[in-house]
């Protein structure tokens, strides 16, 4: 892919929610990651080593813990990833569904707490895959790909970047009629429908620069976050009706 064809790509992760097939065997898991990192770095020593994306980072049980993983792997390991999703119940209403986004910064807490008891520091989190629903069939109102999913990744961006321990951030998932960012045109018979999630992460990533500067409110039915970026001599507000009506605002800049 790098070397043949040239595309670059710097980061890498060997394995995709594995630990359930390994139960109390995550030194097995470690060794198989350690094995992909030395053979990769061989032919490609610019790539970074992604791992090792675990679905219930908090837990001390299920099926072997994060921190035996991570202890396993030290040394090999560049960016350490986790997967998280807010509910499985289809029956909540959108403002349920606000509420539970608090949720998700547990996993990011968890994968802190493993990083500093296995001895790996300085390795950035990222929550590779995140929505509303772990099973997509409840998402029988369509949550995901409307204006409840894009309050939902707003809030959620929002909280991760104040809580300040992840580092990226990743929806799941690009592309679907359920869970994409991008929805199918039967009249294109293509991808090519960006849904409000969409517009929320292109607006992050193209404003979301700089350094978090404090803003109000934070809760309630209008949330806030701000941005000040002095190289483009930028500021950036963001703003969050999460409530079901129209919302007045009055804007002001302390600074």
Same mark, same amino acid.
């Given at each position: 892919?790098? !070397? #043949? #064809?040239?595309?670059?790509?710097?980061?890498?992760?060997?394995?995709?929610?594995?630990?359930?097939?390994?139960? !109390? $065997?995550?030194?097995? +898991?470690?060794?198989?990651?350690?094995?992909?990192?030395?053979?990769?770095?061989?032919?490609?020593?610019?790539?970074?080593?992604?791992?090792?994306?675990?679905?219930?980072?908090?837990? =001390?049980?299920? =099926?072997?813990?994060?921190?035996?993983?991570?202890?396993?792997?030290?040394?090999?390991?560049?960016?350490?990833?986790?997967?998280?999703?807010?509910?499985?119940?289809?029956?909540?209403?959108?403002?349920?569904?606000?509420?539970?986004?608090?949720? +998700?910064?547990?996993?990011?807490?968890?994968?802190? $707490?493993? +990083?500093?008891?296995?001895?790996?520091?300085?390795? =950035?989190?990222?929550?590779?895959?995140?929505?509303?629903?772990?099973?997509?069939?409840?998402?029988? !109102?369509?949550?995901?790909?409307?204006?409840?999913?894009?309050?939902?990744?707003?809030?959620?961006?929002?909280? +991760?970047?104040?809580?300040?321990?992840? $580092?990226?951030?990743?929806?799941?998932?690009?592309?679907?009629?359920?869970?994409?960012?991008?929805?199918?045109?039967?009249?294109?018979?293509?991808? $090519?429908?960006?849904?409000?999630?969409?517009?929320?992460?292109?607006?992050?990533?193209?404003?979301?620069?700089?350094?978090?500067?404090?803003?109000?409110?934070?809760?309630?039915?209008?949330?806030?976050?701000?941005?000040?970026?002095?190289?483009?001599?930028?500021?950036?507000?963001?703003?969050?009706?999460?409530?079901?009506?129209? #919302?007045?605002?009055?804007?002001?800049?302390?600074?």
């Amino acid at each position: 892919v790098n !070397n #043949q #064809q040239g595309h670059g790509v710097k980061y890498w992760e060997p394995f995709n929610e594995v630990e359930s097939k390994y139960p !109390n $065997d995550v030194e097995t +898991l470690a060794e198989i990651f350690n094995r992909c990192a030395q053979k990769m770095k061989a032919k490609d020593s610019s790539i970074k080593m992604v791992g090792g994306a675990w679905t219930q980072p908090w837990s =001390p049980t299920y =099926p072997g813990t994060l921190g035996d993983f991570l202890a396993g792997v030290k040394g090999n390991l560049d960016v350490c990833s986790y997967h998280q999703y807010s509910t499985g119940d289809g029956s909540l209403s959108p403002s349920e569904i606000y509420d539970r986004v608090d949720n +998700l910064l547990g996993g990011a807490d968890a994968v802190k $707490d493993r +990083l500093a008891e296995s001895g790996v520091v300085s390795v =950035p989190i990222w929550l590779g895959e995140h929505n509303i629903y772990w099973n997509w069939e409840a998402d029988y !109102n369509g949550r995901m790909t409307d204006e409840t999913g894009g309050v939902f990744d707003a809030l959620l961006l929002t909280k +991760l970047l104040r809580h300040g321990k992840v $580092d990226a951030a990743f929806s799941w998932i690009d592309a679907d009629t359920r869970y994409g960012k991008i929805s199918y045109s039967y009249s294109s018979w293509t991808y $090519d429908v960006l849904n409000p999630g969409a517009h929320v992460y292109s607006l992050f990533n193209r404003f979301g620069t700089g350094q978090l500067v404090q803003s109000s409110p934070t809760s309630g039915n209008v949330q806030s976050l701000a941005f000040k970026d002095t190289s483009r001599n930028l500021v950036t507000f963001v703003l969050i009706n999460r409530s079901d009506n129209a #919302q007045t605002v009055y804007l002001g800049d302390s600074s």
